[in-house]
């Protein structure tokens, strides 16, 4: 192929290659990739997510990087890639969710709130004018619980291309397939919040020995208390019972 072809279609955002091929919607999953981690596990009574705030100066302080989004009081996203982009996701669902509200009278489920937001990025894969967003999320949130349910948790993953997937553990942004394994050794049906909290942290240590607290944001949605963020000095702790565990097991061996 001339190199002039080939950067017509490299160029294009909704243009198909010759085999069938979207470049920049390939490109946009590069930035994914190269971002911080972000992971989600889904337990018996609780979705977990947990992230990794990637500073580019020492002087920055990690905490102002969002990367961890309350969406409604039942749902909350965790975020990879271009931050700017993922705020205009975080953005569009918190509307859905509201707009939901308002229509229905009734909180949005996760999986039609997904649906969403995907669609919504599937667009920028289509239409003229525009690029794909640069950035991923991960959806999780409790679905249902009417007439005394205590609801089902529920976790989405939606990428670049606007493809949802259902989860039970995953990752996006870097490190993927190092913590995908720690996920897939650690994770069963009967995982507990306390457990999840734990596979979520250990799996991010495993692709980063020197984790610190301040450079993490935590969050959990249970069907009990909704959606809650856990504060630094809480994570601090939840990875010093890590690091114990981990003393404690080289101890024996």
Known sequence: MRGNDQQAYDRGTSLFSPDGR???????????SRGAPSVGVRTENAVV????????????????IEKIHKLDDHVGAASAGHVADARQLIDFAR??????????GEPVGVETLTKYI???IQENTQLGGTRPYGAALLIGGIEGGADG????????????SGTPHEWKATIIGGGREQIQEVLEDGWSDDL?????????????????????????????????????????????ELLDAIETD???EEDEE
């Open 49 to 64: 997510l947990a992230a990794k705030a990637q500073a580019s100066s020492e002087l920055m302080e990690s905490e102002s």
């Open 22 to 32: 979207i470049y920049q919607v390939e490109y946009a999953r590069e930035a994914v």
């Open 149 to 160: 349910d205590a609801g089902q948790p529920r976790l989405f993953s939606a990428d670049p």
């Open 246 to 248: 981990t003393d404690d």
């Open 192 to 236: 507990s919040l306390d457990k999840g909290l734990d596979l979520v942290l250990s799996s991010l240590c495993e692709h980063d020995e020197e984790l610190e607290a301040d450079s993490l944001s935590v969050a959990a949605i249970t069907a009990e208390g909704g959606y809650e963020q856990y504060e630094t000095e809480e994570i601090a």
């Open 118 to 120: 995907t669609d919504h």
């Open 95 to 104: 509307r859905m969710a509201q707009g939901n509200h308002l229509r229905f």
